[in-house]
């Protein structure tokens, strides 16, 4: 029963990802019919598809590396901490991130193909900074989402600060600061395709790990797994892929959290199988945000930071209530 309802999981998100894709490329005053659009890509060229192709399949395909990429992330922040409330905006990897992505974008733009290493850099500082300030004599989950919340605080009233001190004349870096996936490019594109495909690969080369990071350490320990050694390695490719996505597009809240809880209750708890549709489930849900920003208020645009904000709080809340048997 439960490896039926996993297969229609895949199925249904697959089936639901297609469809939106193909809403967000007709999405706008120009319109293309998936034949017209099929033909214009593969056949012969269509003026009306070249300009559907540079406009808004790069925005598009961002949307879905992004949103597979802080998915997978919270999925392995939740494994190493054993907490279902670690996401990587909650825990400040993501602000951190962003913070070092907007000065590098506003003064040293030439590092710009090098953003995602330098933000990974300001990730990793900030997840350090959460746990060296969580420690008292062990680490507590409840202590490390509290101080994560307060370096998350810290970081983006420092993002903010600067965007206003600016007058916002930098784009780039408002569009770090809001979370905006307005205006993307190719380069964008190759810059997270690059960095994504990178850190999700060196993501499934530790389902295993993160499957026995689940036990207890004791018990871990006594099949002779390193446990401390272990986190690390899972903790580096998490706080990795968070800060791709942030430094591109910014930090979304509540996707690294939601996802991994609504993979869990559609295909289970083994690693081997939730990382995989996490990426497809996390592009599904970015794309859907961005989609629905773009088309709830038009012709102006929400961003999808806040589009998961507002939808995020609430069905978080309810997930938690209807998943105690998950999570004790």
Not at 33 to 46: C, E, H, R, S, W
Not at 195 to 215: D, H, M
Not at 280 to 298: E, H, K, P, S
């Amino acid at each position: 029963m439960k490896k039926g309802k996993g297969i229609i999981a895949w199925i249904v998100t697959l089936a639901a990802l297609l469809v939106v894709f193909l809403y967000a490329v007709n999405t706008g005053s120009l319109k293309v019919t998936p034949v017209q659009l099929f033909k214009g890509l593969f056949i012969a060229y269509d003026p009306q598809v070249a300009t559907v192709y540079d406009l808004r399949f790069p925005r598009i395909i961002v949307a879905m590396l992004g949103g597979a990429a802080t998915a997978v992330s919270g999925v392995l922040l939740q494994a190493v901490m054993k907490n279902p409330l670690a996401d990587p905006g909650i825990i400040g990897v993501s602000s951190g991130a962003s913070f070092v992505a907007v000065l590098i974008t506003a003064f040293v733009p030439a590092l710009y193909f090098y953003t995602p290493v330098l933000a990974f850099i300001g990730g990793m500082a900030a997840f350090l900074l959460v746990y060296g300030l969580s420690w008292k004599g062990g680490l507590s989950p409840l202590r490390i989402i509290l101080v994560g919340v307060a370096v998350n605080a810290m970081f983006t009233g420092l993002m903010s600060a600067f965007n206003s001190s600016t007058g916002s004349n930098y784009s780039g870096v408002a569009s770090i600061v809001n979370a905006n996936i307005t205006m993307k490019t190719w380069s964008d594109v190759r810059i997270l395709l690059v960095y994504t495909v990178i850190g999700l690969v060196a993501s499934l080369f530790v389902l295993g790990q993160c499957n026995l990071l689940a036990l207890e350490d004791k018990t871990a320990r006594s099949i002779g797994v390193n446990v401390t050694r272990t986190r690390i390695i899972v903790s580096v490719i998490a706080v990795l892929l968070a800060s791709i996505s942030t430094a591109v597009i910014g930090p979304i809240s509540f996707l690294g959290l939601i996802v991994p809880h609504i993979a869990r209750l559609l295909v289970g708890s083994n690693h081997k199988v939730l990382v995989p549709y996490s990426i497809v489930l996390g592009a599904f849900m970015l794309l859907c945000a961005d989609t629905l920003g773009r088309t709830i208020a038009a012709p102006y645009e929400i961003s999808a930071s806040v589009i998961m904000s507002v939808i995020g709080g609430p069905f978080f809340i309810i997930l938690l209530r209807r998943s105690k048997k998950n999570y004790g």
